[in-house]
């Protein structure tokens, strides 16, 4: 089971870091992403990570304010987030999978066998 935490209320410019905990399995197992749905959009992905940890892909919304990784020893993924803005206004998930073509997939929520249960994060301009 996958917990997103760490969602919050910011102002525009502000940060929060978002986690991603598991129980029951290990995290270093599986390929992580991240995707968020505002009110009355569709879920978008915003963030993914490697099961490695050596590779990130972001969505161009997010490139260069948000960066993922992973702690091993902590069996949680992060999100940071940065110089947020309102549009970034929405609920977090997390997911993770096991597919082997991940390089050509992590942007399609469809390939993500097991979600969290969102972390609200809410930026005022």
């Known amino acids: 089971q996958l917990q997103a935490s760490g969602g919050g209320l910011v102002q525009a410019g502000g940060s929060l870091r978002l986690s991603c905990a598991a129980s029951?399995?290990?995290?270093?197992?599986?390929?992580m992403g991240w995707f968020r749905q505002a009110p009355g959009k569709e879920r978008e992905f915003v963030a993914a990570i490697r099961r490695s940890g050596g590779a990130t892909y972001y969505a161009d919304s997010v490139k260069g304010r948000f960066t993922s990784s992973r702690d091993y020893a902590r069996n949680t993924v992060y999100l940071q987030t940065n110089s947020l803005k309102p549009e970034d206004t929405a609920v977090y998930y997390c997911?993770?999978?096991?597919?082997?073509?991940?390089?050509?997939?992590?942007?399609?929520?469809?390939?993500?066998?097991?979600w969290g249960q969102g972390t609200l994060v809410t930026v005022s301009s």
């Open positions: 029951g399995r290990t995290l270093s197992n599986y390929h």
């Open positions: 997911a993770a999978t096991q597919i082997a073509s991940y390089s050509g997939s992590y942007y399609s929520p469809n390939v993500y066998h097991s």
